[in-house]
């Protein structure tokens, strides 16, 4: 059974910074793609940054030169360090993996899903 564990949410202002961890355990996603999503209230889940095994990173728009997505494979870990934090960055955010092929910008293209870590910017 794969687990994966999101934790370093929380209360942000807004230009702060806070750093989300992804734990991924029962096995090593060392060859496969991770990546964040976020929800807010009432809209859809959206994709926000994704990582090959090699560390090729994608971003949505929104968050391109803010936040950075980073792994370290050893640990079966993988981060978003979110920088310039804006209020409409307000959202649970969760994390994705699978076991092989690209990262995605698509939901519905990722195996496991974290259960979701609350991120809330104040204005």
């Known amino acids: 059974q794969v687990q994966l564990v999101e934790s370093g949410g929380g209360l942000g202002q807004t230009g702060g910074s806070l750093r989300l961890s992804c734990a991924a355990s029962g096995r090593t996603f060392s060859t496969g793609a991770m990546g964040w999503f976020r929800q807010a209230p009432g809209k859809e889940r959206e994709f926000v940054a994704a990582?090959?095994?090699?560390?090729?990173?994608y971003y949505s728009d929104s968050v391109k030169g803010r936040f950075t997505i980073s792994r370290d494979n050893a640990k079966n870990t993988m981060y978003l360090q979110m920088n310039n934090l804006k209020p409409e960055d307000t959202a649970v955010y969760y994390c994705?993996?699978?076991?092989?092929?690209?990262?995605?910008?698509?939901?519905?293209?990722?195996?496991?899903w974290g259960q979701g870590t609350q991120v809330t910017v104040s204005s």
């Open positions: 990582i090959s095994w090699s560390g090729i990173r």
């Open positions: 994705a993996g699978k076991p092989g092929g690209a990262p995605g910008r698509l939901a519905s293209s990722y195996d496991y």
